[in-house]
């Protein structure tokens, strides 16, 4: 399975972002996982917990947002959700078309727990 790697740079991305943001404690992540991503929500679960132990992640929830996969038709330029193994247009019966959403994967928005910044602030 790849959703290991997937799950660390997932890991990686947040704590950067929250690094960013001020720092504080991360509670929830906001993924986008496309239908032809295969990555299985579980996994990536069942991976987040254990890797994210002891980080400012832990205990984190995941929230996964599925996108359908979404074609575009080269001829008539219609973008369209096909069914299941059928990729021909449904406006112009085309075949030639190209997968324009459905394989992403992607960190959309993380929430961190408010901390009080105390002492004063350091600019740079
Ligand atoms: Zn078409």
Redesign the pocket.
């Known amino acids: 399975m790849h959703e290991l790697p997937i799950t660390q740079s997932l890991l990686d991305l947040a704590i950067k972002h929250a690094e960013e943001a001020g720092g504080g404690k991360i509670t929830d992540l906001y993924l986008v996982v496309g239908k032809l991503a295969s990555v299985v929500d579980e996994s990536v679960q069942f991976y987040w917990d254990i890797i994210s132990e002891d980080t400012t992640a832990e205990g984190a929830k995941l929230h996964f947002r599925h996108t359908p996969l979404k074609i575009e038709?080269?001829?008539?330029?219609?973008v369209f959700e096909p069914e299941e193994f059928s990729y021909t247009?449904?406006?112009?019966?085309?075949f030639?078309?190209r997968v324009v959403g459905g394989d992403e994967f992607h960190l959309e928005a993380i929430d961190l727990e408010q901390v009080e910044v105390s002492g004063a602030e350091s600019g740079s």
């Open positions: 038709c080269l001829d008539c330029g219609a247009c449904n406006t112009c019966s085309g030639r078309v």
